[in-house]
């Protein structure tokens, strides 16, 4: 679809409980949690403040899992355990903000976590979302784009399901894909139509929002799917007028090929 596909970040995390375990109303959250990666670069007064974020959120996710590996650190190894919260939040802050860098205007990176029983799995997850001008008034072409009828590289027929959201609806792809090495992966393909009505003086507007990941790890493409419908429905919401907030926190420009936030 894009040749700005991202693969699964630096890995599987283990820590403590988190967002997706469940609401106090009884209700149960999609377990991952989703945020957008800043296109800035080391001199930014942002970039520091940002990798900080990582570094907490990543302190608190890991904390479990680091306190049971360095317990289990052999003695004989002759050196201290070389891991740290901090190593890891930082780690994962560099490779996703050089990654967002890569991406053309009208893209953005975002980056999720998977959680299982209420804890962090893997992270990051990163996701490419592109945001295109509508192909014509008809967005069936997306399904092509999305290779929901399967590829070359794919070695069964994609599953393929829709999605509504409030301001327009999609379709997510999954597929089983090998390497010319042999290596397996899973590919997830999803895009939507968004239409945007006007408020507060601002025009509507449309654009086809196209989302891409591969994901290497067997467990992690059990999740993926409704890891990618959340962020949809999290970009459509945020598309979307705020009713008595002001604009869209995600605001989408008519004038541009492609916009971003």
């Not at 069936?140 to 399967?150: I, P």
Request: aromatic share 8%; charged share 20%; with cysteine.
């Amino acid at each position: 679809m894009s040749e700005s596909a991202t693969e699964s970040g630096p890995g599987p995390v283990t820590g403590s409980s988190a967002a997706g375990a469940g609401t106090a109303d009884g209700t149960r959250e999609l377990p991952w949690h989703w945020e957008w990666v800043p296109k800035i670069g080391p001199d930014d007064p942002d970039h520091a403040a940002w990798t900080a974020h990582m570094v907490d959120l990543f302190a608190d996710w890991t904390a479990e899992g680091l306190a049971a590996a360095r317990q289990s650190w052999p003695a004989e190894a002759g050196v201290a355990f070389p891991f740290t919260a901090d190593m890891v939040g930082r780690g994962a802050a560099e490779w996703l903000m050089r990654r967002a860098g890569q991406l053309p205007a009208w893209a953005r990176l975002a980056w999720g976590a998977a959680f299982v029983e209420g804890r962090p799995r893997w992270a990051p997850v990163p996701v490419v979302v592109e945001f295109r001008r509508p192909r014509g008034e008809d967005p069936n072409y997306l399904m092509d784009v999305v290779g929901a009828a399967g590829r070359d590289s794919d070695t069964r027929p994609p599953t393929v399901d829709y999605v509504t959201t409030p301001i327009g609806d999609g379709v997510q792809v999954f597929a089983l894909g090998r390497t010319p090495e042999g290596a397996a992966f899973g590919r997830a393909d999803a895009a939507m139509r968004l239409d945007v009505p006007p408020a507060d003086g601002a025009p509507s507007v449309s654009s086809d929002v196209l989302l891409t990941t591969i994901v290497l790890d067997m467990g992690l493409m059990a999740l993926i799917g409704a890891g990618v419908e959340q962020l949809m429905q999290q970009i459509a919401n945020d598309c979307a007028p705020q009713a008595g907030s002001g604009p869209a926190r995600l605001g989408l420009l008519p004038s541009h090929e492609g916009s971003e936030r």
